[in-house]
């Protein structure tokens, strides 16, 4: 049965990180009703991607597990957050289900995975990047826990890069910081750079997702075959 345990040195997290834990900590006891329904259709595809692949599973920011009834019984899930306070719901949830193929639980940074290279066939990563304080570090981390063949399936907020959608991304960005929260600054471009800059990975969809347009749902496939230096 799936337990929660914190890895690594247990060092100070810095400011931005803390501010991200502490905030996690506060939705905890709300989340499911504030995003449970909203966030539902896009849920729902991230799983079905993942069901297709198969296999071990990493679902990082895997909060109160909300989304663990909906993986197939024949992969095998571990998940990880930052807020210990998410992950006693989750745990809470496992047991209550009965989800045996969650193998556990972990409070990590999402930019410092204690996995070995090549760990698991699918990492899930829902409303996660634009939530971690270098969200590049993170996009490694999980590229590089992933085996050859498997599939990155990123859940996010896509920024306007121009316009008046980007104005009001701006400005709203100081108020909803302290929420956990970021809007203006993760438009496809940035996306794309990390991409090109990123070997043996290659984008096999990106396709928007409810609510109103400003989410995509990107799958992501590394090289079965390392590509030669």
């Known amino acids: 049965m799936a337990e929660i345990f914190k890895l690594g040195g247990g060092g100070q997290l810095d400011f931005d990180r803390a501010t991200v834990e502490q905030a996690y900590d506060r ?18 595809a991230a799983i ?11 679902e990082v920011g895997v909060g109160t ?9 024949h992969l095998r899930i571990f998940g990880t957050d930052i807020s210990e306070a998410m992950l006693r719901k989750a745990k809470r949830r496992i047991n209550n289900l009965g989800l045996k193929n969650v193998e556990n639980l972990a409070v990590m940074d999402a930019e410092k995975l204690e996995f070995p290279d090549k760990s698991f066939d699918v990492v899930m990563a829902q409303y996660v990047v634009t939530a971690v304080p270098n969200p590049e ?25 121009a316009g008046m959608r980007r104005f009001i991304e701006r400005r709203l960005q100081p108020v909803v910081r302290p929420l956990g929260f970021r809007t203006a600054e993760f ?9 090109t800059a990123t ?10 997702i409810p609510p109103l347009g400003h989410f995509s749902l990107l799958r992501i496939r590394k090289a079965a075959i390392a590509v030669a230096a």
């Open 27 to 44: 939705w905890a006891p709300v989340y499911d009703f504030v995003f449970g329904g909203v966030f539902s259709k896009g849920r729902k």
């Open 48 to 58: 079905q991607a993942a069901n297709k692949v198969g296999g071990r599973v990493l």
């Open 65 to 73: 597990g909300i989304s663990l009834p909906q993986y197939a019984p």
């Open 137 to 161: 570090a993170a996009l490694d981390e999980f590229a590089r826990v992933l085996r050859p063949g498997g599939e990155l399936i990123i859940l996010t907020r896509i920024s306007a890069d």
């Open 187 to 195: 438009t496809w471009s940035r996306y794309a750079l990390w991409l």
């Open 199 to 208: 070997r043996e990975i290659e984008l096999v969809e990106n396709r928007p």
